[in-house]
C-alpha cells in the first residue's frame, strides 16, 4: 500500500510539475507587419517631369517591375495584410492550450467589419502561425478563413508566409520569405505562384519573384529590390533597383532591357 501511495504521490507531483511550466509559458512575439509587407509607394506616383531624361529609367521600375506587386497588395492581399497590421499594434495574447490567441475586432476605411484572430504555438526550434479573418457584413460572408499560415524562428530573425488568394479561391497567391538582422537590416522575398491570371495579372506572372531590401552597395541609398519577372513572354529577366527612401532618387539597371550593365538614375521625383 506504501508503495502505491508513494507512485501516486509522484504522479500528482509531475502533474503539477506540469500545469505550473504551462501557466508560466511566454507568448511569442508575432513577426512584424514588414515581414509580408514591402514599401514601393515611391512608384505609385506617374509625376515624372523633374526627372528629366531619366524618366525612362523611373517609369520602367514602375511599369514593368512593381506594378504587379502594388496590384496584389492593393486589390487581392490587402484584407489580409491590413488585418495582420491592426492585429499586433492592438491585440493582447491570451493562453490558448499549448499555443496563444490574438483578437480584435475592427473596421476598415470603408465600414466594413472584420474579426481577425492569430494563432501562434511553438512547436520545436519554430513558432508555427495561423491567422483567421471573418467578415458578416457586405457583399461578402465569411468565418473563420485561414488567410496566412506561416512559421518564425524562436529568436524573431527569419521566417515565411504563405498567403492565400482569399475565401472563394483558396491558392497560395504568394509566399514571404523573410528575414531580420539588427535594427535595420531587413529582407523580404515575395514570390508569385498562380498560373492563371487574375486581377489583371497575367499567368506569365507565375515564379516571378522580387526581394526587397534594406541594404543596398552604395551608401546614397537605403533601399533596394532585385525582381526577377518574365518581360512580355520573351522570358525571365532579372532587374536590380536601388533608391533613397527620403529623397526620392534612384538607379536601375537591368541589362535586358536597356542593353549594358551600367546604373541608370533617376533625380528625386518631388
Known sequence: MKKILTLAAISMLLLAS?????????????????????????????????????????????????????????????????????????????????????????KDVFNQHYTVTLYGEEIEDKVNWELRVSRNDGAEHYENFTWLTGWSSKDGKSGQWQILVGPNDAEVLVTADWAVNGKRDSTVKLTYHLDHQIWGIPRLFNESYIIYSTTTSDATYDTSIESYYNHEGLGFWKVNVEWNS?????????????????????DQTD
Open 18 to 106: 506540469c500545469q505550473k511550466k504551462e501557466s508560466e509559458m511566454t507568448a511569442p512575439i508575432p513577426p512584424s507587419a514588414e515581414s509580408l509587407a514591402i514599401d514601393l509607394d515611391l512608384f505609385r506616383t506617374d509625376e515624372t517631369k523633374s526627372l528629366g531624361g531619366a524618366a525612362d529609367s523611373f517609369e520602367y521600375v514602375s511599369v514593368k517591375i512593381v506594378a504587379n506587386w502594388l496590384n496584389i497588395f492593393d486589390n487581392i492581399i490587402n484584407v489580409p495584410v491590413e488585418a495582420y497590421k491592426q492585429l499586433i499594434v492592438s491585440a493582447v495574447p491570451v493562453q490558448n492550450g499549448k499555443g496563444w490567441t490574438w483578437t480584435i475586432d475592427y
Open 246 to 266: 527620403v529623397t526620392g532618387a534612384g538607379r536601375v539597371m537591368s541589362s535586358s532591357y536597356f542593353g549594358d550593365t551600367h546604373w541608370h538614375c533617376w
